[in-house]
């Protein structure tokens, strides 16, 4: 009964090299999101989909892009990761934040940890 | 600029005990606060909100707190159990699907 499924868990990738992260709902939520962890810090928002309405974070690096073929879908796209990209990446979705609804929570994946060599 | 704090890194407390988490935020827009709860190689789970209109949210054993002049929320765990051992993580919304989260804290319940 997984709900937002992250494949892979663990990706290596090179320097330089070009990684897809992918992430999946069974919720049928609006808004899916995207963060990135990094040890001992906290969680930083990389951009999110409104349907496919995309928002970006203003100081969301280009390397980072991300696609939303449909409602289930959303993959994080790393054109040229750097060393300083190794994180965890959190994918996350929720209903409707603009409807203001206090129920209104986001559901987390389990994540992907990126490692660049 | 981290608009969501949480200072403890890491708290332990004897199990049967309360657990008090805490958490201070600088953007007085913040219409919405949560906490999740995150164990190891999982992501964060839902765990309780509050909406700025409010001052206490209960769920059971856990009741969240929020001061608005102080720019304040804590979580209260009573009575503590080994299994609430795990990571907390306060987060803030703006309206408009922008969440921001805290560093946050390791909590341990000692048996």
């Known amino acids: 009964d997984a709900m937002v499924i992250q494949n892979p868990r663990y990706q290596v990738t090179q320097f330089g090299k070009p990684v897809t992260l992918s992430c999946s709902q069974t919720l049928n939520h609006n808004v899916m999101y995207w963060y990135q962890q990094k040890s001992s810090q906290a969680p930083k928002l990389l951009f999110h989909y409104y349907d496919k309405d995309f928002n970006n974070e203003a100081d969301t690096p280009d390397n980072f892009q991300s696609r939303r073929p449909n409602t289930s879908f959303c993959f994080l796209d790393i054109r040229s990761p750097g060393l300083g990209d190794a994180a965890m990446y959190l994918c996350?979705?929720?209903?409707?934040?603009?409807?203001?609804?206090?129920?209104?929570?986001?559901?987390f994946g389990p994540g992907t940890r990126l490692t660049v060599l | 600029d981290q608009q969501v704090k949480q200072n403890s890194p890491s708290l332990s407390v004897q199990e049967g005990r309360i657990s008090i988490l805490n958490c201070d935020y600088t953007n007085s827009m913040f219409d919405y606060f949560l906490w999740y709860k995150k164990y190891p190689a999982e992501g964060p789970t839902f765990l309780i909100s509050?909406?700025?209109?409010?001052d206490k949210n209960e769920d059971g054993r856990f009741t969240v707190f929020l001061n608005k002049s102080a720019k304040h929320l804590s979580l209260h765990i009573v009575p503590s159990q080994p299994g609430d051992s795990a990571v907390y993580f306060c987060a803030a919304r703006l309206t408009g699907n922008q969440f921001y989260f805290g560093t946050g804290t390791s909590l341990t319940v000692i048996p």
């Open positions: 996350a979705t929720s209903r409707d934040s603009l409807a203001g609804a206090e129920e209104d929570t986001q559901y």
């Open positions: 509050i909406s700025s209109i409010k």
